[in-house]
């Protein structure tokens, strides 16, 4: 990437607590369910920051790829080793910027930790940002593109 | 926030190009629609990350609050002025981390820039992620806190 662009300095705001210690456990591919506990610890100078968040159902939460290094622009993820796809039509954690993305379920709160279900980040990961999750797209209007061909095609296969 | 914490470095993979100039041309607040149409223009050399992004009706986009500086824990929103909320329950652009948020329509695409619909960044808003939206959390589980309370109090008020 060229050299002038404008550059960002991000600081973890706090760290996810998990239970998956490395990679091989973290449930991917088809069917994957996220249904494992854990927490967003943050910095406690932060805290006043969590001010109301305990009204909403669900978070999004901006995190870092910190054990992943590099990015490739085409790649096999585990859910099609067939076929190959573009990092930003993709979920891999090889990405120009490493920023993964998920959503969880708010359990509660105490003081600047929050406990969560749906956590399918590695234990120790950096929390860039927490986001209230206010509604989606209706389901009946997501296409899903290859996901929705390579699971179909899993199916076919039993 | 102390001076021994990670840091990351993000570079923009691309800028967004959009109808609005100013912060004030950009529905905010209850009942805001984002219709508007604009283009994700990706630097060329990332072009092949795209591959097979057309699939996908939908898109998370990551951006950076760019035209905003520092951040506060505790502020008032367009949607609710009378009471202060959590930056991490909150839209606010003044974050720790000044990472945006949104969902966009993926209407086509030339090349390395891709049309999309529903926009609500400032032209030139540099672009971190783009990653496919595959599924979003079903409505009737969805609670939206303050949010809720705030839009059902300016109802009543008509």
């Known amino acids: 990437m060229s050299q002038d662009a404008p550059t960002y300095v991000m600081r973890p705001i706090g760290f996810v607590r998990s239970p998956y210690r490395d990679t091989s456990e973290i449930p991917k591919g088809p069917g994957a369910e996220h249904r494992a506990e854990g927490a967003l ?3 406690p ?3 006043d920051g969590l001010q109301d968040i305990e ?3 669900h978070l999004f939460v901006l995190w870092v790829f910190d054990r992943s290094s590099g990015y490739e622009l085409v790649s096999t993820v585990p859910l099609d080793q067939e076929t ?3 990092v930003f039509a993709s979920r891999s954690p090889r990405r120009p910027n490493p920023i993964g993305l998920s ?8 003081g600047p930790r929050l406990r969560v279900r749906g956590v399918d980040m590695l234990d120790g990961t950096p929390i860039l940002d927490i986001k209230p999750y206010l509604s989606g797209v209706p389901a009946e209007k997501v296409r899903r593109g290859w996901v929705a061909e390579a699971e179909a095609r899993r199916k076919e296969k039993g």
Do not use: N, Q
């Open 103 to 110: 959503v969880v379920e708010l359990l509660g709160r105490d």
């Open 41 to 43: 610890a943050l910095r």
């Open 45 to 47: 100078e932060l805290e």
């Open 55 to 57: 009204g909403f159902s």
């Open 84 to 86: 190959p796809h573009g």
